[in-house]
């Protein structure tokens, strides 16, 4: 016995074509295409954004790194201000102590005038 070839477009096996049938077959076949297209750009994708984590995690490291940078480049600046605004403080302490000292010793020689005015 010989085996029939069966159409595979005959979707209902009555042995005829009809336009729906291949309509409804090659939408099916499209409709596989499709699917296998959406697969391949899934797998793209897939690997595109494993490459961008890991592009995000050197990234990361990289700005880790920079941010420890600019940290101690800034502790080292504040560090410098600190001392020189302790410069300053202790400059402007020793004016301010020279010129009480100052007005202290104008102070006494007025009282010292007044004294001996007053003896006199």
């Given at each position: 016995m010989e085996e029939e070839k069966v159409n595979p477009m005959d979707?209902?096996?009555?042995?005829?074509?009809?336009?729906?049938?291949?309509?409804?077959?090659?939408?099916?076949?499209?409709g596989e295409k499709v699917e296998e297209?959406?697969?391949?750009v899934y797998?793209?994708?897939?690997e595109d954004a494993k490459d961008a984590l890991e592009d995000?995690?050197?990234?990361a490291g990289k700005a880790k790194c920079k941010?420890?940078?600019?940290?101690?480049?800034?502790?080292?600046?504040a560090g410098e201000l600190a001392d020189k605004g302790k410069?300053?403080?202790a400059e402007l302490a020793d004016k301010?102590?020279?010129?009480?000292?100052?007005?202290?010793d104008k102070a006494k020689a007025k009282i010292d005038n007044l004294k001996d005015k007053k003896e006199a």
């Open positions: 979707l209902n096996g009555d042995g005829k074509v009809t336009i729906g049938e291949k309509v409804q077959y090659y939408a099916g076949k499209a297209g959406v697969k391949k797998e793209g994708v897939k995000a995690k050197v990234l941010a420890k940078d600019v940290y101690a480049d800034a502790k080292g600046k410069a300053k403080a301010g102590k020279a010129k009480a000292a100052e007005v202290v």
